[in-house]
């Protein structure tokens, strides 16, 4: 009965992650169209969800001495860096592709792990990464020599890329006996990755008198305020918090599964919000990247199965939530 309940409750919250940090983009989205550079955006996210966090990160300080390359790198790369490749990508193509586009991050990290690595991944995972890439060139239209603005593409290309570092970062920072409390890595994170972000983007020469006024979400002027205030507070410190607490209630690979909804999220959210619609190709390349990281993600390692003798109780791994 209990752990029904948790496996429940585990569910509802990686649910309502997904939907959180898929309407980061469409909240996004207007912010930049109204006159604020994308990396003015990526910094009010990170440094606003930093400030809510800071009595999180002042708790685990205790980290800086014991993790300092873990949070560097998480800050760095898995912060910065996927927030920053996706803000600047939804600034030239619209935001369903950029997600989806990004969403070849679990493909990118099976190669990680067989080339890299050099460890073995299964058939399955294999097919997973096929049906990814073969989607996503259907999302971009391969055919009449790419659809939308190649830099843009390439930018959401740069934020999968970081966001195998996230995943490597938090299994690497997982291991062991004294592995550290990920809400920790999350707090230090986005504090390490607001500085990071201070010195590149620059915020005193930013236009603030946009968040003054107001900003077109579709055919609506919202305030500038608000939407700032989704992304911050829902999209960034809700989606982060609400993901790990579902991951310490569901299996990795149950939560990794629900996360791929979020591409579905953010994907809806800007064809009614923003009139951002996709053609019947591109929704069909969609539905095949998102099979493709379903199969990748829950695909078991190669050469596990019941036969396999184990000499001890394995160690629980549990990965932070996926970024956008």
Same mark, same amino acid.
């Given at each position: 009965?209990?752990?029904? /309940?948790?496996r429940n409750a585990g569910l509802?919250?990686?649910?309502?992650?997904?939907?959180?940090?898929?309407?980061?983009?469409?909240?996004?989205? %207007?912010?930049? =169209?109204?006159?604020? #550079?994308?990396?003015?955006?990526?910094?009010?996210?990170?440094?606003?969800? *930093?400030?809510?966090?800071?009595?999180?990160?002042?708790?685990?300080?205790?980290?800086?001495?014991?993790?300092?390359?873990?949070?560097?790198?998480?800050? +760095?790369?898995?912060?910065?860096?996927? /927030?920053?490749?996706?803000?600047?990508?939804?600034?030239?193509?619209?935001?369903?592709?950029?997600?989806?586009?990004?969403?070849?991050?679990?493909?990118?990290?099976? &190669?990680?792990?067989?080339?890299?690595?050099?460890? %073995?991944?299964?058939? $399955?995972?294999?097919?997973?990464?096929?049906?990814?890439?073969?989607?996503?060139?259907?999302?971009?239209?391969?055919?009449?020599?790419?659809?939308?603005?190649?830099?843009?593409?390439?930018?959401?290309?740069?934020?999968a890329i970081c966001q195998v570092s996230y995943f490597v970062l938090?299994?690497?920072?997982?291991?062991? #006996? #004294?592995? @550290? #409390?990920?809400?920790?890595?999350? *707090?230090?994170?986005?504090?390490? &990755?607001?500085?990071? +972000?201070?010195?590149?983007?620059?915020?005193?020469?930013?236009?603030?008198?946009?968040?003054?006024?107001?900003?077109?979400?579709?055919?609506?002027?919202?305030?500038?305020?608000?939407? +700032?205030?989704?992304?911050?507070?829902?999209?960034?410190?809700?989606?982060?918090?609400?993901?790990?607490?579902?991951?310490?209630?569901?299996? @990795?690979?149950? $939560?990794?599964?629900?996360?791929?909804?979020?591409?579905?999220?953010?994907?809806?959210? $800007?064809?009614?919000?923003?009139? =951002?619609?996709?053609?019947?190709? /591109?929704?069909?390349?969609?539905?095949?990247?998102?099979?493709?990281?379903?199969? *990748?993600?829950?695909?078991?390692?190669?050469?596990? &199965?019941?036969?396999?003798?184990?000499? &001890?109780?394995? %160690?629980?791994?549990?990965?932070?939530?996926? @970024?956008?």
């Amino acid at each position: 009965m209990h752990v029904s /309940q948790g496996r429940n409750a585990g569910l509802g919250l990686a649910l309502g992650s997904a939907f959180a940090f898929g309407g980061s983009g469409v909240a996004a989205k %207007p912010l930049i =169209e109204a006159g604020l #550079d994308p990396l003015h955006v990526v910094w009010l996210r990170v440094a606003g969800a *930093a400030l809510v966090m800071l009595p999180v990160a002042w708790r685990h300080r205790a980290l800086v001495l014991r993790r300092p390359g873990l949070l560097l790198g998480f800050g +760095l790369l898995s912060v910065a860096g996927v /927030q920053t490749f996706y803000f600047a990508a939804i600034s030239r193509i619209p935001v369903g592709v950029a997600i989806l586009v990004e969403f070849l991050g679990p493909a990118l990290l099976l &190669g990680w792990v067989r080339f890299v690595q050099r460890k %073995p991944v299964t058939r $399955a995972a294999a097919a997973g990464v096929v049906l990814a890439v073969g989607g996503m060139a259907s999302v971009v239209e391969v055919w009449s020599g790419l659809a939308f603005d190649a830099l843009g593409l390439l930018l959401a290309f740069g934020a999968a890329i970081c966001q195998v570092s996230y995943f490597v970062l938090a299994d690497h920072g997982s291991e062991g #006996d #004294d592995a @550290p #409390d990920p809400v920790g890595v999350i *707090a230090y994170g986005l504090l390490l &990755g607001a500085i990071a +972000l201070t010195a590149v983007s620059r915020p005193w020469g930013m236009a603030w008198s946009v968040l003054a006024g107001k900003a077109a979400l579709g055919d609506r002027d919202v305030p500038a305020l608000l939407l +700032l205030g989704w992304v911050v507070l829902v999209s960034t410190v809700v989606a982060y918090l609400t993901g790990v607490l579902a991951v310490r209630r569901l299996s @990795p690979q149950v $939560a990794g599964v629900v996360a791929c909804l979020e591409a579905v999220v953010g994907t809806v959210f $800007a064809w009614v919000l923003l009139g =951002e619609h996709l053609a019947l190709p /591109q929704i069909v390349g969609g539905v095949l990247v998102l099979a493709g990281a379903f199969v *990748a993600q829950t695909a078991k390692p190669a050469g596990s &199965g019941p036969a396999a003798p184990s000499p &001890g109780p394995d %160690p629980v791994v549990e990965p932070l939530p996926e @970024p956008v």
